[in-house]
């Protein structure tokens, strides 16, 4: 009896031993390739970045060429998206999570929301293009393309930041409406605070896909070739991804390099709004962990 729990454990040990090594060896390969592929794009594009390249408009000379127009589209996009999915996805998971009755209604919004997180970006430039392009006759404007880019978020942000709420002990709601605090001042002022940096997460998670993301702005109508800056959340505009596409899409190896240098600004830009993110999220958890 004694050998045989022996010999069980040993190949309990010995299958514990081959999974560790096999994720680790997964984990090497994913790495490895992520490295392979941004040494490429850092070879292909460096030599392209200068101010010239970050200030000047698209050219059919891939030396002339700049991506101004681009970059500023992103940021604009990007800030207005951040402004319509972060209150409207707050929003729902509070209310979902808080003061929403436990009814098979609410279910099926909670199922269809999970739901909606794995729908193909492409989707929903289909659904901007019906509904804000044409019926709310947005036009292709850089509003069209937020609401879109919002739309695609907010099931993330929504899920994140009900885990996140969640995840706040029972005790500080029951202490807060025990001194006679209101529901709303119980969330609001006691809730919402500690479950802030878990909020963030989500939002970093839903606006780094969304900055990446081509295929629902082309959808919609976004531009290739944009020779102005917009002004008004009503032009049109292009951006980074677009503009990648555009350039890896012509046969000139010129444009290709040209490409290469857009994503690593894209990269910067994505780092540079995780960075300011996550410097909120941690600034928080400190200030309640003290």
Known sequence: MTTAIAAKRRRERLLEGLSLAAAWLALA?????????????????????SWKFLTGFPSRRPEEAGILPAWV??????????FIALPIGVGAAVYLEEFAPRNWFARLVELNINNLAGVPAIIYGLLGLQVFVRWCRMGESVLAGACTLA????????????????????????AALALGATKWQTVRDHVLP??????????????????????P??????????????KSPFDPFTVLPIQAYNWVSRPQPEFHQNAAAALLVLLALLSLMNGIATYLRNRYQQQWQI
């Open 29 to 49: 390969l994913v790495i490895a390739l992520l490295v392979a592929i941004l040494a490429d794009v850092i070879a292909d594009g460096w030599a392209w970045l």
């Open 73 to 82: 589209g992103t940021l604009y996009v990007m800030t207005l998206t951040a």
């Open 151 to 174: 739309l695609m978020s907010l099931p993330v942000i929504i899920v994140a930041s009900r885990e996140a709420l969640r995840a706040v002990p029972n005790s500080i709601r029951e």
């Open 194 to 215: 500690l479950a802030l940096p878990g909020i963030l997460t989500g939002t970093i998670l839903a606006l780094s896909r969304a900055i990446g993301e081509a295929a």
């Open 217 to 230: 702005l082309i959808t919609i109508g976004a531009l290739t070739f944009v020779a102005f800056v917009p």
